[in-house]
């Protein structure tokens, strides 16, 4: 029964430096610095969503929570267009080497931001006895942020992008928003 | 040494249309997004930049700066022509239009031939896209797009005929000062038939929603544009915005008066806000409808548009002749 599986195991091994772009030959640390903040703003993210949490994805995008303040909401169906891949939902292993062949298939620099509960650990469906589950995106591909949640709610994910946007160009950009008291 | 002025001017007025290109796509690309965000009651593009404003700015460079993929098993040469190719006649088509009675670049007898001839190399440049990537959706949407551009460019031709029947030449400034400057004389009002035509096959020409099935994400990836990262999507995504300017600049010299304003006041200055409003209008509907099928698309052309066009046309040769 192992075989059918083999694949996964195989591609299994890339490592964080497959999403990165090599150095310049000539760096300027002014440009380089304006480059970083140019990839933050703009960072757009692949059409797909596997799960529940890609409701929440789609929620994110529409007029409540508004993912295009930030610039981050043109989802671009084609993976060589995209910079960010959010694996939304849960993964298993029959879908793990479409994922990885769309990761593979973004264009440096690639970003990607895992989703909720079961793209992070495998969340509920991670119990003794299970057979078809990867548990957590992480053990396929390098990932950058991790959302939790059961899904996340949308201030979530784009807190997800916030952080992102941090490690890229290594500030936060906007306020952190205060904690309301309870009652 | 001295260089020939008419070369001088040719290159000036080259210079100032990639300027101009630019300019345009980095505006109908912001103008686009918050349109959609507005339509769809949310602020579109609002913190980088007051208002969003250098959002596609940003996107330009972010792009510029992305990894170039070429797949395996592309044909190396032609999968790099082709965004060029769609890109450089557009350079040529801004240098005709008349932005005013002495603003053109180029200006010639048979200005309305040209457009409409070089447009056409869009299409082939679609076609190598989509045939050189290797990948069957890019050679699903780049067939879509030969079908659809060459189905639209019949009805486009026949109402842009119909005005030039009634003006008698093809030249865009005889056309523009044929007309009045007040919006009753313009010849959007003596053919009106040949404008909703000419409007509708524009937005089929250019591939934009709801006519945008060449690069339907929902059943084609993204169509001939599919294996193209950086900026070889980039200029694809730039050359059809250029090509919404230029369709949206030819119909308002066709039919909405052109650079003409009331009290002698021609010039950019009206040509501009006219342009805009048709691009804005073809944005609007982008938001607004959703995408057709494909056979509803070319049924809307063979069996509406079509009849339609010649029906018309043939009117306009027997009341030029009558009258």
Same mark, same amino acid.
């Given at each position: 029964?192992?075989?059918?599986?083999?694949?996964?195991?195989?591609?299994?091994?890339?490592?964080?430096?497959?999403?990165?772009?090599?150095?310049?030959?000539?760096?300027?640390?002014?440009?380089?610095?304006?480059? *970083?903040?140019?990839?933050?703003?703009?960072?757009?993210?692949?059409?797909?969503?596997?799960?529940?949490?890609?409701?929440?994805?789609?929620?994110?995008?529409?007029?409540?929570?508004?993912?295009?303040?930030?610039?981050?909401e043109?989802?671009?169906?084609?993976?060589?267009?995209?910079?960010?891949?959010?694996?939304?939902?849960?993964?298993?292993?029959?879908?793990?080497?479409?994922?990885?062949?769309?990761?593979?298939?973004?264009?440096?620099?690639?970003?990607?931001?895992?989703?909720? *509960?079961?793209?992070?650990?495998?969340?509920?469906?991670?119990?003794?006895?299970?057979? *078809?589950?990867?548990?957590?995106?992480?053990?396929?591909?390098?990932?950058?942020?991790?959302?939790?949640?059961?899904?996340?709610?949308?201030?979530?994910?784009?807190?997800?992008?916030?952080?992102?946007?941090?490690?890229?160009?290594?500030?936060?950009?906007?306020?952190?928003?205060?904690?309301?008291?309870?009652g | 040494?001295?260089?020939?002025p008419?070369?001088?001017?040719?290159?000036?007025?080259l210079?100032?249309?990639?300027?101009?290109?630019?300019?345009?796509?980095?505006?109908?690309?912001?103008?686009?997004?918050?349109?959609?965000?507005?339509?769809?009651?949310?602020?579109?593009?609002?913190?980088?930049?007051?208002?969003?404003?250098?959002?596609?700015?940003?996107?330009?460079?972010?792009?510029?700066?992305?990894?170039?993929?070429?797949p395996?098993?592309?044909?190396?040469?032609?999968?790099?022509t082709?965004?060029?190719?769609?890109?450089?006649?557009?350079?040529?088509?801004?240098?005709?239009?008349?932005?005013?009675?002495?603003?053109?670049?180029?200006?010639?007898?048979?200005?309305?031939?040209?457009?409409?001839?070089?447009?056409?190399?869009?299409?082939?440049?679609?076609?190598? =896209?989509?045939?050189?990537?290797?990948?069957?959706?890019?050679?699903?949407?780049?067939?879509?797009?030969? =079908?659809?551009?060459? =189905?639209?460019?019949?009805?486009?031709?026949?109402a842009?005929?119909?005005?030039?029947?009634?003006?008698?030449?093809?030249?865009?400034?005889?056309? +523009?000062?044929?007309?009045?400057?007040?919006p009753?004389?313009?010849?959007?009002?003596?053919?009106?038939?040949?404008?909703?035509?000419?409007?509708?096959?524009?937005?089929?020409?250019?591939?934009?929603?709801?006519?945008?099935?060449?690069e339907?994400?929902?059943?084609? +990836?993204?169509?001939?544009?599919?294996?193209?990262?950086s900026?070889?999507?980039?200029?694809?995504?730039?050359?059809?915005?250029?090509?919404?300017?230029?369709?949206?600049?030819?119909?308002?010299?066709?039919?909405?008066?052109?650079?003409?304003?009331?009290f002698?006041?021609?010039?950019?200055?009206?040509?501009?806000?006219?342009?805009? =409003?048709?691009l804005?209008?073809?944005?609007?509907?982008?938001?607004?409808?959703?995408?057709? +099928?494909?056979?509803?698309?070319?049924?809307?052309?063979?069996?509406?548009?079509?009849?339609?066009?010649?029906?018309?046309?043939?009117a306009?040769?027997?009341?030029?002749?009558?009258?």
């Amino acid at each position: 029964m192992a075989a059918p599986h083999q694949a996964v195991e195989e591609v299994g091994t890339l490592h964080k430096t497959a999403g990165t772009v090599e150095p310049a030959l000539v760096q300027i640390q002014l440009v380089d610095k304006i480059l *970083n903040v140019c990839r933050a703003m703009s960072i757009w993210p692949m059409t797909f969503g596997l799960a529940c949490c890609a409701i929440e994805m789609m929620s994110t995008g529409m007029a409540r929570f508004d993912l295009a303040r930030f610039g981050a909401e043109v989802f671009r169906p084609s993976p060589r267009q995209a910079d960010l891949m959010i694996v939304a939902g849960t993964v298993n292993k029959k879908m793990a080497p479409a994922i990885v062949r769309l990761y593979e298939q973004m264009p440096a620099p690639k970003y990607v931001l895992a989703m909720g *509960n079961c793209a992070i650990s495998g969340g509920p469906f991670n119990f003794k006895g299970d057979y *078809n589950l990867v548990k957590g995106i992480d053990t396929l591909i390098p990932v950058d942020v991790y959302v939790p949640g059961c899904p996340p709610r949308p201030e979530g994910l784009l807190e997800g992008l916030f952080t992102l946007q941090q490690q890229i160009t290594g500030r936060r950009w906007w306020p952190v928003p205060a904690l309301k008291e309870e009652g | 040494m001295s260089i020939h002025p008419q070369l001088l001017h040719l290159i000036i007025a080259l210079i100032a249309v990639m300027a101009w290109v630019g300019l345009n796509a980095l505006v109908l690309v912001y103008f686009e997004r918050k349109g959609a965000g507005f339509i769809q009651r949310r602020p579109g593009p609002f913190e980088v930049g007051p208002q969003g404003i250098i959002q596609p700015l940003v996107d330009g460079i972010k792009l510029m700066c992305k990894q170039l993929v070429m797949p395996t098993g592309a044909d190396p040469v032609l999968f790099w022509t082709a965004p060029l190719l769609s890109m450089t006649p557009v350079l040529l088509l801004f240098l005709v239009l008349p932005y005013g009675p002495w603003l053109t670049g180029m200006q010639i007898d048979l200005g309305i031939l040209l457009i409409l001839a070089f447009a056409g190399i869009n299409v082939l440049a679609l076609l190598i =896209a989509g045939w050189s990537s290797n990948n069957k959706y890019g050679l699903l949407g780049a067939a879509r797009a030969v =079908a659809q551009s060459v =189905a639209y460019e019949i009805p486009l031709l026949l109402a842009v005929l119909a005005v030039a029947f009634t003006t008698g030449t093809l030249d865009f400034v005889k056309i +523009t000062e044929g007309q009045g400057p007040w919006p009753w004389q313009w010849n959007m009002v003596y053919q009106p038939l040949a404008f909703i035509i000419f409007i509708i096959s524009a937005v089929g020409e250019c591939n934009r929603a709801p006519f945008d099935l060449p690069e339907a994400e929902s059943e084609l +990836t993204a169509g001939f544009h599919t294996e193209f990262s950086s900026m070889g999507f980039g200029l694809f995504f730039m050359a059809e915005y250029s090509y919404m300017v230029v369709v949206a600049s030819v119909a308002s010299t066709l039919f909405l008066g052109g650079y003409q304003g009331p009290f002698g006041s021609d010039g950019w200055w009206w040509y501009l806000p006219k342009v805009y =409003a048709i691009l804005m209008f073809m944005i609007w509907i982008r938001w607004t409808y959703p995408r057709v +099928t494909f056979v509803q698309l070319l049924n809307i052309n063979w069996k509406w548009l079509l009849p339609l066009g010649t029906v018309n046309l043939l009117a306009t040769a027997f009341f030029m002749k009558l009258f």
